[in-house]
């Protein structure tokens, strides 16, 4: 059982960047990076129910900790400019 699911989960991770990149050039960037991190955050709990090691939830918990930063940073609305004055 342990090998179909580090078996699944590699297959997982793999379809996470076809499917991440497909969704990034059709749709949009954040789309296609919301798509790859949680694919990778679903291989990564298959993968700690298989192997229930500290690399494993290290490398899991790396992926969380990614997607929540790369999540607040592209929802986050950037700060408006100021335009420099036209000097007539």
Known sequence: MT????IVSAAIAAGAVLVGGATAVSIGVRAGLSVLLDLLLAAGLLRLTADPGWGVLATTALVV?????????????PHPTTAPAQQT
Do not use: D, K, M, P
Not at 67 to 72: G, I, Y
């Open 3 to 6: 090998a179909t699911l580090e």
């Open 65 to 77: 900790a990614i997607r929540h930063l790369v999540t607040a940073g592209l929802s986050a609305r």
